[in-house]
C-alpha cells in the first residue's frame, strides 16, 4: 500500500494535532501534514502531493474553500462536530476503528473506483445538480431543493467537473443545452 | 533542447516550431528570411536581439528562464511586445474564430439549431478576454512604463508609494483560459451532431493556437514581466 498524503486543515490545534495523533495510531501508511488556514493549505496540497484531506466544517463552508475544492481531484473526508455523521463525513466522536475503516474504504476508492466512474458517466443525481446549476441555481439552494448537506452537493460538483472537463458554470449551460439536459428556452429564463 | 542563440539561422527555429511563424510576425518578420541568422535578421529590423530570443526561446521551452539576460532589456520593448499580441487577439484570432462559429452554426445543409450556444459562449468568452486585455493596457502597462522611467530617471517626486502596485495585477491576473478551455472540451467531447465535421477540426486547431499562444503571453507577464518589475519598485522604495 502507498503511503498516503493527508492534509488536516482546522482552525483549532487541539483537532489538527487530535487528528494527527489518531492518523499516526493507526495500521495505515499515512502521513499527516497540518494548516489553519487555506492559503497555506493550497502551497502544502501543491508541494507534497496530498491525496486527501479532512477538513473541518467551519472552515469547509467558507466560499473560498468552495471555490478551491471545486477545482481539484482531491478526495475530502468532512469532519463533523455533530454527535453522529452520515455521507461518508467524518464525525467528532469518531472512533480509532471507525476512522481506520473510512481511511482504507478512502485508500481503496482512490484506486479502482475512477476507471468505472468514467464509464458510466455522469449519475442520475449529478445529472440534477448539472440541471439546476445550468439554470442558475447556487450551491445551497440546489442542496435545499434536492434535500442534500452542502458539502454533498460540493462532492457532486467536484465530480462532474472532473468527469465531464468543464469548470465553469457557463460551460456547463452549454453542456446541457446541448446534450438535452435544458432547452434553450429555459437557459433563457 | 539548447536555447537559441544569435548565431541560430531563423529558419531552424521556425523548422523546429512552425507556430513560431505567428510570434515573429509581431515584429515584423516573416517567410522569405532566406538563411539569416537571428542575429543578422535583428540587426536588419532594428530589434533588440536579447529580448527577441527571450521570446523565441520562452516560446519554444516551456522550462526556459532568461536568468542572465533578465537585466539586459526594456520594459518598454515588452510592453509593445505584449501590446502588439493584444491587438492580434483583437483585431486577427478572436475575429477569425468568431466567423468560423458563425459559418458553423449558419450550415444550412448540416442545421442544428442548438450550436447557437456554441456561438453564445464563445461570444462570452471573447467578451471576458477583451475586457481583461483592456484592462492591462489602461492600467498595468502604464504603470509598468511609469516604474521603469522612474527606476531609470530617478524621478521619485513622481512616484507614490499608495500607487497601484504589481502585487495587485498579480493578485487580479484571473483566469481568463477557464472558458477557453470548457469551450475546447465541450466542442470535442459533446457536439451532437448534425455538424460540419472539417468547420469544427478548423475551429479546435485555432482555438488550440489560441489557447497556446495565450499561456505563452501569461507565462511571460508572471515569470519575465512581474519579477522585473518587482525588482524596480523594491530599489525606488530604498530611494524613498
Known sequence: MPQLKILVLSQSNIIRQGIQLCLNDLSIPVKAYLSSEIETAREIIEKM???LIIVDEIIASAKEFEKFIINTDLKIIYLSFEKSSKDGNMSINISQKEMG???REYIDNGNDSKNQEIEKGLSKRENEVVRMLSLGAGNKEIAQKLHLSLHTVLTHRKNIIRKLGIKTTSGLTVYAILNGIITIEEAAI | MKPFDQKTKLAEAVFYDFNLLRVISRFGIFPGFGDKTIGEICEDHEIDPVFFLIIVNSFTNKRYFPSHELADF?????????QKTHTYYIDYQLPLIGDMIDRLCNNQIQANKKL????????AYRKELTDHINREEK?????VLKIEEVFENYEIASYTASDYNIMTYEKEHDNVEEKLIDLKNIMIK?????????????????LSWLEKDLNEHSRIEDAIMIPRVKIMETAI???L
Open chain 1, 49 to 51: 502531493q496530498i491525496g
Open chain 1, 101 to 103: 475503516d473510512l481511511l
Open chain 2, 74 to 82: 526594456s520594459l518598454n520593448q515588452m510592453v509593445s511586445y505584449l
Open chain 2, 116 to 123: 447557437i450556444v456554441v456561438k453564445q459562449f464563445f461570444s
Open chain 2, 139 to 143: 492600467t498595468t502597462f502604464p504603470y
Open chain 2, 190 to 206: 459533446y457536439l451532437p451532431e448534425p455538424f460540419d465535421h472539417e468547420m469544427v477540426i478548423r475551429i479546435l486547431t485555432e
Open chain 2, 237 to 239: 522604495r530604498k530611494r
